[in-house]
Each structure stands twice: as structure tokens, then as C-alpha cells.
């Protein structure tokens, strides 16, 4: 049986070895596709990492696919059924890193815009791809400065598919619509270290900062809304000690996240994890790292398009949802386009033997092309 056209592309992306920032040669292999279809290519290299900002038409409104051809780390190769970089099918699964996140969007996106340009070639508006090496890693050469670029020139987006994978059991029951903040905290509790015998000549930070940790992880920082589950707080890291067990320790090393919501934004979150601290006369220093902005896109015609679009390939009623972690489409939506992220199961992303069911690529392919043919025809 012959192999279809977004699997033998899928099949080809994956064999790529395309560990975080390196493209590995991806973005080339779809500008030659690309560029038979009428696109211009805009390659835009920033430090160590490739980005491309491919365009067909010049009119409204502009519908843009996003992905990255990045990928993160295998893990020890020998756990995996097979190996990581050789895609092999075995019971209708397609194995390898890169299967489900997320090259499986990106060979049916562009499969889907090949087929649909065929059909449509006098199109409505336009059609762009942003794609990064740069999503798994560092996330500052990548999307972000393209959107810089083009915000610099005020090229803009309206209508915005990140090919993430979304999906929870099925394809196409699960689209985002929007994502949590995120706000880490890397925390310095001061003390002073000195023998274990002699309390009164020490200041143990690991006693002295317990009832803050404390109240700060049972702190109710909001209640959500009707997009929003409430804003989390965790502990992520805690690590103090000198390896004996008769030293007090001169300091505590805390790395601890926020999952906000749209209730709450990082200034208000910093300036009640610092009245809550000082309460608790802690001495500390903190470095804030933000990692990206709450955003939501409201039901609308994006929404309806790529509900409409899975409703008619799969039957499915889908799910909106603003769950799981961050993605690229938080660089994405604050320019003001609609954004959502739609692609295959997420349940092994990441992991060894990730991997993505086969009969999916044709349904991802025709939801992507009944998207564009909902808002472009």
C-alpha cells in the first residue's frame, strides 16, 4: 500500500535529527514547497536559531499557521522501542521524537495548504507560515522576534493556527483557545551557618522561611473565571544544605511557579509574594523570570471556523480549553490576532516512544484544510 503525502512528508521532518535550536534542514525542505505554491520566503536567523516567515498574497486577512521544527532531547535511545530518529509504524502508531510534537502539524498544514491552493487558487486574503527551531529551548530568537519583525513593519496577523498538540483522546476534542501565565520565582533565603550545637550563633533559612512557603502555598491568589481555572502556585525546586548533619546552612535555594489567570497579573503576583514574605520577617533575594502572558481568544469566527471544520471531518463537538503549559501562541495573540492551537493527542509528547496514531494525519490535514476554506473562500 502506498504511503500518503503527509505521511511520507511527516515520515522525512522526523528522520531529522532537529534537537532544540538546530532545524537540522526542515525549513528548507518546506520552502521548496513553498515557494512552488507562490510563497515568498523570509528567512530570519537570530543567533543560533532559524526562523521562517512564509507568505502567499498580500490582502486581508492574513491567516497564519505556527509550529516549530524543534525538538527536545530523546532520553537514554536504548528505552525506545526503536530508534528515535528512524520513524517506524508498528500497529497503525508512528514512532519517533517529533512525532506528536510537533511535526505531525506541520507536515498536515502543509499538506492541507497544497490541496487547498489547488482547489482555491484565487483565494480570499492570505496565507503565512511561522516557523521556529527555537520553541523547546530558550523561546527568545524564535517566534517572539519574528513577531517583532513584523510588528516593527506593521504586518499583521488576524487568524492564527498553532499546530500544537491539543488533542486529549481523539482528534480535534480538545482546541486551546487561550494559556495560563507563567511566572517563575528563584529565591535566595539568607542565613547564617555555623554548628548545629549552637543555635543562638546561627539563623537557619530553612526554619526561617517555612511559614512563608507555607502560606504561600495555601494563599487562594484568585477564583478563575469562565475561561481560567484559578491561579496555581508550586514549588518546583528546594535546595539548601552542606551534606553534614551538624551544620546549619547559610542559605536556601527556592524555584517556585505561577500558573495565573487573566484576574491577576504578574505585578499584583509579585507584590503579594513580597508583603507575604516580609511578613514573615524573611530575609531573601528573588529573581523574577517571566514566561509568558495570560491570553484568550473569545469564541468568535476563528473558533467557529475550526470547530465547524472538526465537526465536519471527525463528527466531534469540541472543547475549548486554556489547560496544559505554555506554547509559542503566547508571542502570538498580544499583537491582537485570533489564536488557536489544534493538533494531534498530546498524550506522549515528550516522552520516550512519543508518538502519533497514523489515521490522524489525514483528519488533522482535512481540519486544517476546512479551517482555511471556512475563512478564505
Given amino acids: 500500500m502506498s504511503e500518503s503525502p503527509v505521511l511520507i512528508l511527516l515520515k522525512d ?4 535529527a532537529s534537537l532544540t535550536p538546530n532545524d537540522a534542514g526542515c525549513q528548507p525542505l518546506l520552502i521548496k514547497r513553498l515557494e512552488k505554491l507562490g510563497f515568498v520566503c523570509e528567512v530570519m536567523e537570530f543567533e543560533d536559531t532559524l526562523n521562517l516567515w512564509a507568505r502567499r498574497g498580500t490582502e486581508k486577512p492574513l491567516f497564519c499557521f505556527a509550529g516549530h521544527t524543534d525538538v527536545v532531547p530523546t532520553g537514554p535511545e536504548h528505552l525506545w522501542k526503536y530508534p528515535p530518529f528512524e520513524p517506524t509504524i508498528i500497529d497503525g502508531y508512528l514512532y519517533g521524537r517529533g512525532a506528536a510534537d510537533m511535526k505531525s502539524g506541520l507536515a498536515a498544514f502543509m499538506i492541507a495548504v497544497e490541496q487547498f491552493i489547488e482547489k482555491h487558487q484565487e ?10 527551531s527555537d520553541e523547546e529551548g530558550p523561546f527568545i530568537n ?7 519583525t513584523l510588528e516593527a ?4 496577523i488576524d487568524y492564527c493556527l498553532v499546530g500544537e498538540p491539543s488533542s ?10 487561550g494559556r495560563r501565565g507563567s511566572l517563575t520565582a528563584d529565591l535566595t533565603i539568607k542565613g547564617v551557618q555555623g554548628h548545629v550545637a549552637y543555635p543562638h550563633m546561627v539563623k537557619n533559612p530553612i526554619h526561617s522561611c517555612m511559614s512563608a512557603m507555607a502560606e504561600l502555598s495555601t494563599t487562594q491568589w484568585d477564583s478563575g473565571n469562565e475561561y481560567f481555572p484559578p491561579t496555581s502556585f508550586q514549588i518546583t525546586n528546594f535546595n539548601s544544605g552542606t551534606g553534614a548533619s551538624n551544620v546549619v ?7 517556585c511557579n505561577f500558573r495565573y489567570s487573566t484576574e491577576l497579573n504578574a ?14 520577617n524573611v530575609d531573601y533575594d528573588v529573581e523574577w523570570t517571566f514566561n509568558g502572558l495570560p491570553f484568550i481568544t473569545e469564541p468568535g469566527s476563528l473558533t467557529n471556523a475550526v470547530s465547524q471544520a472538526i465537526k465536519q471531518v471527525t463528527g466531534l463537538t469540541t472543547e475549548l480549553s486554556t489547560s496544559g503549559g505554555t506554547s509559542d501562541a503566547r508571542f502570538i495573540a498580544p499583537t491582537g ?3 488557536v492551537e489544534v493538533g494531534p493527542s498530546n498524550k506522549t509528547i515528550h516522552k520516550i516512544n512519543e508518538r502519533v496514531k497514523v489515521d490522524d494525519l489525514e483528519l488533522l490535514v482535512d481540519i486544517y484544510q476546512v479551517t482555511l476554506k471556512n475563512l478564505l473562500t
Fill in 153 to 156: 513593519r506593521n504586518e499583521k
Fill in 13 to 16: 521532518l522526523m528522520s531529522r
Fill in 267 to 280: 505585578e499584583q503576583i509579585i507584590a503579594h509574594v513580597d508583603t507575604i514574605l516580609k511578613s514573615h
Fill in 168 to 177: 486529549t483522546d481523539h482528534v480535534g476534542d480538545t482546541i486551546k483557545n
Fill in 337 to 339: 490576532a485570533q489564536v
Fill in 123 to 132: 483565494h480570499k486574503g492570505s496565507i503565512a507560515l511561522l516557523i521556529t
Fill in 142 to 148: 524564535g517566534t517572539t522576534r519574528v513577531i517583532d
Fill in 249 to 255: 546552612p547559610a542559605n536556601a535555594k527556592i524555584q
